[in-house]
Every structure is written in C-alpha cells, then in structure tokens.
C-alpha cells in the first residue's frame, strides 16, 4: 500500500486517496491478468497464423474466452467484497 501520511491531508482525503490506490491497483492487476490469459489462449489454441481459425481452434478460443469471462467475474466479485469489508470496518 502505499503511505499517504507524508502528503498533509486530512484524515478523510487520505482514505480516499487510499482507496483510489487501491482500486487502480486492482484494476492493474485486472489487466495484467487479461494479457497473461490473452496470451495463455493465443498460445494453446491457435497453431499457426493463416487466413481463419480451424474449427478446433474456433471452438479452443470460445471456451478459453468463457473461461477467461467466469475467472474475471470472479475477480471482480472478490474486489468489491474486498472493498465492501474494508468498508464496513
């Protein structure tokens, strides 16, 4: 996390300021998932560049995707109950 103290805002900024850290870090962490998934699809599916995808590939890419999709909103539910904990605190 990082330390707001050292920027002489009152105690209401800083919580702010914190939490705004913190979402641009999840929203970072968001988006290095994405490339890491992007390239985990890319890789396992498709074996070489051509004019379109075969039907294997077609279909690879699809449930790579969906799964893609189900782990995202996974993250994201775990993010906004994260944020709805601290909250509450």
Do not use: P, Y
């Amino acid at each position: 996390m990082a330390d707001t103290a050292g920027l002489n805002l009152d105690s209401v900024s800083q919580k702010e300021l914190q939490q705004f850290i913190e979402t641009e870090q999840a929203h970072a962490r968001v988006q290095s998932q994405v490339h890491n998934l992007t390239s985990l699809c890319w890789d396992k599916c498709v074996g070489s560049i051509s004019s379109g995808f075969s039907g294997k590939e077609q279909s690879c890419l699809a449930n790579c995707v969906d799964r893609f999709f189900d782990t995202s909103s996974f993250l994201v539910r775990k993010v906004e109950e994260k944020r709805a904990f601290a909250g509450a605190s």
